[in-house]
């Protein structure tokens, strides 16, 4: 049987053990990302090696490319497809918590922050069901990303291999709000979001 928020206020079967105003994700972020945790390492790990595969590309990419073109793949890279990327990465985070028993899922944003966010107002997600959540985006785009460098020719490889590691580090924030679970082993944790009060609970099952 699903647990509700309600069932969550029964002291004596779950104790509260973080809660989040949505204004303060960003210094929660910065915290939990560099919590050390081999959730951590595999995260830090992939954005390196998908800067060495950009590296590697542009410097043993074949043919002569005009000064123009490449700069142009470069803005493309970093700039352009991040900016097109979002909805698409926030889109990527509603399929999951739908397939997962959401209903009531709300898009914010924070300009003061530069964030963009999912959340599902008053669902209890479970640690599974949150790391599938969260993983979800990074997973999916990375492995059409590396799949797109490989079979496109010439500078699409570049702007495509730049696009792949800008991607990784924008899932920062996914991470850090994993890493909350990796670094209490053993916890069974829920959580869920009061979109109207724009604040996050973690609940730990005694």
């Not at 924070?110 to 599974?128: I, N, S, W």
């Not at 490989?150 to 570049?158: E, I």
Request: with cysteine.
């Amino acid at each position: 049987m699903a647990i509700k928020v309600e069932d969550l206020e029964d002291q004596s079967r779950f104790r509260q053990m973080l809660k989040i105003h949505y204004d303060d994700l960003v210094n929660f972020v910065l915290d939990y990302i560099r919590r050390k945790s081999g959730l951590m390492y595999f995260f830090w790990g992939s954005c390196l090696v998908f800067l060495g595969l950009a590296l590697y590309i542009r410097l043993n990419i074949g043919g002569y490319f005009a000064f123009r073109n490449i700069f142009l793949h470069t803005i493309l890279g970093l700039i352009v497809y991040p900016l097109i990327c979002i909805p698409v990465h926030e889109l990527l985070h509603i399929i999951p918590y739908y397939l997962t028993g959401a209903r009531n899922i709300k898009i914010g944003m924070d300009l003061k922050q530069y964030m963009v966010y999912v959340t599902a107002h008053r669902h209890v997600a479970t640690e599974r069901q949150f790391r599938l959540v969260a993983l979800f985006p990074f997973l999916s785009l990375s492995l059409v990303l590396v799949w797109l460098i490989l079979t496109l020719p010439g500078l699409w490889k570049w702007s495509l291999s730049l696009f792949t590691f800008v991607h990784a580090t924008m899932c920062a924030g996914d991470f850090a709000m994993l890493n909350f679970y990796a670094v209490n082993p053993g916890k069974k944790i829920y959580t869920w979001d009061d979109f109207d009060e724009k604040t996050a609970y973690f609940y730990e099952e005694i």
